[in-house]
């Protein structure tokens, strides 16, 4: 698109209007961003934008209460015990090597009562139990084996 006096004019004119950019580019065959680069380099006043909200105008909407679903927790420092004294003289730390990692394995729905992981010994190397990494881990097929 070539800038002819003409068209500045009438973009300079249509601007101190007050229309938007896109009715301008409409009126004037061309896109609204050329409308926009043209008017910033030729350091047209800037317009407020439609989106911000200006700091007197219009009430300050309150704060949505937070929504919540199902039975809340107690707070973190009610479900906290004190440890039990004595409890390390009886029972000795066990050793990293000596320390069986449980499955990770989901049973049941997230957020219902019943909801628990398997917590079996976990195979070596893996989060899952020998029975679920049987399930979570299978061999992917040869291609071949499916033109046979």
């Known amino acids: 698109m070539e800038w002819t006096d003409e068209v500045i004019a009438r973009l300079r004119a249509l601007w101190a209007e007050g229309l938007s950019t896109a009715e301008i580019g409409r009126r004037l065959n061309i896109s609204k961003n050329a409308v926009v680069g043209k008017a910033h380099r ?3 006043a800037a317009r407020p934008s439609p989106i ?16 919540t679903q199902g039975p809340t927790l ?11 004294a004595g409890l390390r003289a009886i029972m000795p730390a066990p050793k990293y090597s000596q320390r069986a990692t449980p499955c ?8 219902k009562p019943s ?14 139990c020998e029975a679920h990494a049987s399930i979570a881990y299978v061999r992917v097929r040869d291609r071949r084996e499916d033109a046979a």
């Open 42 to 44: 030729l350091n047209l």
């Open 52 to 67: 911000r909200r200006h700091e007197g105008s219009g009430a300050v909407r309150p704060a949505q209460p937070k929504r």
């Open 74 to 84: 107690p707070p973190l420092s009610a479900s906290v015990s004190a440890p039990v």
């Open 104 to 111: 990770c394995w989901p049973i049941g729905e997230p957020g």
């Open 115 to 128: 909801f628990h992981f398997c917590n079996a010994e976990a195979a070596a190397g893996k989060p899952y």
